[in-house]
């Protein structure tokens, strides 16, 4: 059974960071690409960013060069660093595979707002 579990939303301040964190169990992140997702209120789920096997990744031109993902394949866990962050980043976060399971996890929220 495929479980994917997010964490590390919170509130920040324009300009603020955050770490995001997301575990899988039930299937290996080390040999799939993953990526991360965003769900701002009433607009589509969007991919934020994406990361390969061999350590490749893409990021959305809306935030390259703020946002890093990353992984640990001895914790089968996915990373997205978010600096510089905008109100506009505001949403809530997901981790799946690229291309995207059918389920998904519960999320973390993210709210940018001073």
């Known amino acids: 059974q495929v479980q994917l579990v997010e964490s590390g939303g919170g509130l920040v301040q324009p300009g603020g960071s955050l770490r995001l964190s997301c575990t899988a169990s039930g299937i290996r992140f080390s040999v799939n690409v993953v990526g991360w997702y965003r769900q701002a209120p009433g607009k589509q789920r969007e991919l934020v960013a994406r990361?390969?096997?061999?350590?490749?990744?893409y990021y959305a031109p809306s935030v390259k060069g703020r946002f890093t993902m990353s992984r640990d394949n001895a914790k089968n866990t996915v990373y997205l660093q978010m600096n510089s962050l905008k109100t506009e980043d505001t949403a809530v976060y997901y981790c799946n595979l690229f291309p995207s399971l059918g389920l998904w996890g519960q999320g973390t929220q993210v709210t940018v707002s001073s």
């Open positions: 990361i390969t096997a061999s350590g490749s990744t």
